[in-house]
């Protein structure tokens, strides 16, 4: 069984940065995809970074895009979340998700993850 744990959520100032880790454990094979995901209160949960296992390929969604940066670490299977320039419209529940896939385009479908951590929580003051 997959298992994510997350931890690196904090509350931070608006054009502030932080690191969000993910520990990964429980793959039966080595073709995967990582990703985050972040629910606001009130919102629907919505995909912002997403990585195959590879690292050929990275998906990000428009609003993070330039801001977000998803990275991993093979060795360890940790995942990562660079978050730099936080808005108040990042804050939110950050959660790690993971999904079996063979080929990386996959990773961009968010809606094909089986896999969920707890979340950690962002909070953004301005």
């Known amino acids: 069984q997959v298992h994510l744990v997350e931890s690196g959520g904090a509350s931070v100032q608006a054009g502030g940065s932080l690191r969000l880790s993910c520990a990964a454990s429980?793959?039966?094979?080595?073709?995967?995809?990582m990703a985050w995901f972040r629910q606001a209160p009130g919102k629907e949960r919505e995909g912002v970074a997403a990585?195959?296992?590879?690292?050929?390929?990275?998906y990000y969604a428009d609003s993070v895009k330039g801001r977000f940066t998803i990275s991993q670490d093979n060795a360890t299977k940790s995942l990562y979340l660079q978050i730099n320039g936080l808005r108040p419209e990042d804050a939110a529940m950050y959660y790690c998700?993971?999904?079996?896939?063979?080929?990386?385009?996959?990773?961009?479908?968010?809606?094909?993850?089986?896999?969920w951590g707890q979340g950690t929580q962002v909070s953004v003051s301005s």
């Open positions: 990585v195959h296992v590879r690292g050929d390929t990275t």
């Open positions: 429980g793959f039966r094979v080595s073709d995967y995809c």
């Open positions: 998700a993971a999904t079996y896939a063979t080929y990386s385009s996959t990773c961009g479908d968010w809606s094909v993850y089986l896999y």
